[in-house]
């Protein structure tokens, strides 16, 4: 793991490895672990298509998956935690550190995060092995955003009732190298998993 020794930690502590090696975890579940980080703006479908991939990946090819969901981990893990660009850096922190354990003990790790600053995205990136680790950018039109909007968040943020709204009020970067784009707005969500499936089974993670 590439930034482990480089990223900060607290005094007097030895990492304690466990009795397993990844290697021999992902032997035993019969595929390699990843990390799959797909971002892109709220309601433009990271969610939907990362629980299809995950259904898809558990009926056809029995793989381990854990599915990490922004709101979820801001209901425990992260709830203590706004939406300024500090807070927004903690969330991704935490849920890097998170996603890299579930991958160091085989499994393949499904992301779902808005995600908006390059930087925090590269950390994440940091933390798996090279070639383990796939940015998935879920791009969609903004108009298309608005009139989804199945929460009424954007129509709340555009009346200037929600602050820090990514994609409004708040910046979103997109990615400059991704390893997949897919535009959710032109694509159903069976095409883009099967494109995914696509590309991890030309990676050998399946």
Sequence with gaps: MSNIENRPRSENILWESGALTQKQREALNGHKAAILWFTGLSG???STIAKSLEEKLYNCYKTHTMFLDGDNLRHG???DLGFSSSDRQEN?????????????HGQVVLCSFI??????RNFARSLAPEGRFFEIYVECDMEE???RDTKGLYAKAIRGEIGNFTGVSAPYEEPEIPELTVRSDQQSVEEIVEIIVKLLKSKNVI
Excluded at 92 to 104: C, D, K, P
Excluded at 115 to 120: A, F, L, N, Q, V
Aim: proline share 4%; charged share 25%; aromatic share 4%.
């Design 115 to 120: 995600s908006p600053y390059i930087r925090d």
């Design 92 to 104: 991704i922190r935490r849920t890097a550190e998170v996603a890299h354990l579930g991958a160091a």
């Design 44 to 46: 433009s479908g990271k």
């Design 145 to 147: 955003l608005k009139l």
């Design 77 to 79: 893990l992260n709830g």
